[in-house]
Each structure stands twice: as C-alpha cells, then as structure tokens.
C-alpha cells in the first residue's frame, strides 16, 4: 500500500482561519507514522500582520515563528493549504531560514462540493521526482492532514471569537 509509504514520516499541515479579517488564527496540525499527534499540534494567534485579509502574510508569520522553536521536532514534510503562492511563499520563508523540507500545497479545485476531494490539485516544492510520486500517490493521507489543520484552525478561531463576543 502506497499510502502506508509516508507512515514512517513527521508531516506538519498549516492552515489560516479568520472571521472576516477578526480573530486571525494559524494552526498547525501533525502526523506522525500516518497518525494525527495531538500532542504536537499548535495554535498561533496572528501577532504581527498588518492587514489580516492577507492570508499569504498570515501563513508566512506562522511559519516563522514556528520555525524559530528549533526545539520542536523537525518534520519531513510540510503541508499547507493552499496552492501555488502559498507553496511558494513558505519555500521562501524556509529558504530565508536556510531550511529545506518537502512542501505539499493542497488547492482546492471543486470548492467544497462532495466531489471536491478528486479535484484537489496537489503543488509541491523542494520534492525529488520520486519523493513526488509517492506524495501523490498518498493524496489521501495528505488531504486527512489538511482537513485536520483546517478543523483545528477553524475551531481555535471560533473559541476566540466567543470569547470576544462573551465580553461585549
């Protein structure tokens, strides 16, 4: 099975959830040996971007700042939602880094629709020939990462939204 090729990998995903610019929040989710580690995931409350509609601004701050914690575990993989500028825009911010990981961006092609899985279109960055087939031959693995960076961006911007709401 293909798919159980990338289970002996550390494959961080990174997702950017916001309310209409409010409340911006990045989160990182990670799979260890094709399993989510809840132990190392981790939330970043967007500190230092200017416009929070930018989400490219967003990704680039959360990856910084979770690349200065050289304690953590390095990951073998980087997953990021999003397509070609976010793929992109974290490449360079490793490269600023000296860093260099495999990068898989997952875009959205169908939107959400039920069919919208098959349409993901898989970018990739700082990946061999044959590390890319693997990667895509693992798509569905690497959309569960995504789809868990997503649910946990999504409900750590939403705790801090009522929160707020909570204290008005």
């Known amino acids: 099975n293909k ?82 500028n976010q793929v992109a825009l974290t490449k360079k911010v490793l490269s600023e880094l000296n860093i260099f990981i495999p990068i898989v961006g997952i875009a959205k092609v169908l939107g959400h629709s039920g069919r919208a899985y098959s349409g993901d279109k898989l970018v990739f960055a700082n990946v061999k020939p044959s590390v890319k087939k ?11 990462v995504r789809n868990e960076a997503h649910r946990f961006a999504i409900s750590f911007q939403r705790r801090r939204r009522s929160k707020s709401a909570s204290y008005v």
């Open 3 to 84: 798919v159980l090729s990338l289970a002996p990998q550390r494959i961080e995903g990174y997702d950017i959830s916001h309310f209409g610019g409010k409340d911006p929040v990045g989160a990182m989710a990670v799979f260890i040996n094709g399993l989510s580690d809840t132990s190392h995931y981790r939330l970043f409350k967007i500190k230092n971007t200017e416009n929070k509609f930018d989400d490219l601004a967003m990704l680039a701050e959360i990856v910084r700042r979770r690349f200065n914690h050289r304690e953590w575990p390095m990951p073998d993989i980087i997953l990021i939602d999003g397509g070609e």
């Open 134 to 144: 693997l990667l895509e031959s693992s798509k569905i693995m690497l959309q569960q």
